[in-house]
Structure formats: structure tokens, C-alpha cells
């Protein structure tokens, strides 16, 4: 089955400067890639996703690319701000069902 | 407010009753899916349904474990004779379907179980 793995597990940043979380996936019969922002006691929220026919994809400071040759994907956030700290997830799936096979998720920590 | 809802916020409950959680999805989404959660760590998948057709079962989702969407709007998950280890917090998600723009999952607040 399906594995995501997530890096780094925590991310500390200067309020500014970019932030990069990548995730790697098996299943080259993925094709639909989120990302979620989930805040402490609070439910994920998604921010961005890319399907397979998709190389990159930006909404103002977020982006994500997509390499299928080598399975991975990431996600960059530019000028990163005090409301960007949230822990971020990585997930994929299949077109087929969606059933998303969620990365352990990666603190992001941005300093004043 | 037009987004997912779920209902219990919070649930405590003893080891050994019945707990049953219920959750309204976006009204147009026909899937609906449920996760579980633990503090830490992702949410998993337990289940998912297209209209009221329960297409997917996690290997998570013991004999205890139940749910339903009876008339492929709103859906229940029942854990019967509750453990200890089921103490998580339990998401429910829509979608629309469709090859093209369908798949985002929207997430509900989560039901907070507690099993002491």
C-alpha cells in the first residue's frame, strides 16, 4: 500500500525567510497530493493541492511542485509570517477513491 | 455556517459503553469520509462513503467499529464496548467527486473521545 514520508518533523524559521517541507510517496498510482495546515485543537485545513497532470501549482506565497519521476513533493511558503506556525501535513491519493494516506506532519515554528 | 459539522464536540465516556458520533458534511459533497486522529500524529483512515455506499474499510476499523450513511446525506460511527486505546479524536470529511476539481476534503471540528 500507499506510504508517505514527511521531513523535517519540525521546522524552525526566521519570520521572513521561506519555509520548504518535502514528502516522498510509493505508489506511483498516486496522483492527487495535498497539503493540509491543522492549528493546535483545531480541524486540518487544506491550503493547497497538485494532481499528477500538474508539475507546480502557487497561490500567493504557497507553492507546491511535484516531481512524479522521483515520487516526491513539497511545499514552499515565502515571507513567512507569525500565523504561518501551524503543524503541516502531506498526504496522496488516488483519483480513484481519494482515501488520503496522510505524512506525520511537520511543526512549523516562526520566529519573531 | 455551510461546512462540515460533527456532533459531540467532546464525548467521555467509560470503558465498555457504546459511544455514537454523527456528522453532517457539506451538502452537495457525496463522499464522506472518516478519520482518527491521535495527539501527534496524522489523522488515519477508517472509512469512507460514496452517496450511502460504504466503499472502503480500514484494517483500523475493528468488529467494534460501525458506521453508517443511510441516506447518503448525514453518517454515524458507533464504537461499541469502547477500550482505552479508542481515546482520539475522530474526523469527518466531505468532498464532490468527479475526476476533475473533486477530491478536496473538507474537515469537520472533530468529536474529542475520551475513554477512562
Known amino acids: 500500500g500507499e506510504n508517505v514520508e514527511q521531513h523535517p518533523s519540525t521546522l524552525s524559521v526566521q519570520e521572513g525567510d521561506s519555509a520548504v517541507i518535502k514528502c516522498t510517496y510509493s505508489?506511483?498510482?498516486?496522483?492527487?497530493f495535498p497539503w493540509y495546515k491543522q492549528e493546535l485543537g483545531k480541524r486540518p485545513q487544506l491550503i493547497i493541492d497538485i494532481r499528477s497532470n500538474v508539475g507546480e501549482k502557487k497561490d500567493q506565497r504557497i507553492a507546491v511542485t511535484l516531481n512524479k519521476t522521483a515520487k516526491h513533493f513539497s511545499l514552499h511558503i515565502t515571507e513567512t509570517q507569525p500565523e504561518d506556525s501551524a503543524v503541516y501535513f502531506c498526504?496522496?491519493?488516488?483519483?480513484?477513491?481519494?482515501?488520503?494516506?496522510w505524512g506525520a506532519g511537520t511543526k512549523l515554528i516562526i520566529k519573531p | 455556517d455551510t461546512g462540515v459539522s460533527q456532533d459531540p464536540r467532546h464525548k467521555i465516556t467509560k470503558r465498555g459503553q457504546n459511544v455514537t458520533f454523527r456528522c453532517d458534511p457539506i451538502s452537495e459533497h457525496n463522499r464522506l469520509y472518516w478519520y482518527r486522529q491521535t495527539l501527534g500524529q496524522g489523522p488515519e483512515f477508517l472509512t469512507y462513503?460514496?452517496?450511502?455506499?460504504?466503499?472502503?474499510k480500514s484494517r483500523l476499523l475493528s468488529d467494534r467499529f460501525s458506521a453508517e450513511r443511510p441516506k447518503g446525506s448525514f453518517s454515524t460511527l458507533e464504537i461499541q464496548r469502547t477500550e482505552q486505546g479508542d481515546s482520539a479524536m475522530y474526523l469527518c470529511?466531505?468532498?464532490?467527486?468527479?475526476?476533475?476539481?473533486?477530491?478536496?476534503?473538507?474537515f469537520g471540528p472533530g468529536t474529542r473521545l475520551t475513554v477512562t
Open positions: 505508489d506511483s498510482a498516486s496522483n492527487y
Open positions: 498526504a496522496a491519493s488516488k483519483v480513484s477513491n481519494y482515501q488520503l494516506i
Open positions: 470529511a466531505s468532498s464532490p467527486s468527479g475526476f476533475t476539481g473533486g477530491g478536496e476534503q473538507y
Open positions: 462513503f460514496q452517496n450511502e455506499a460504504q466503499l472502503e
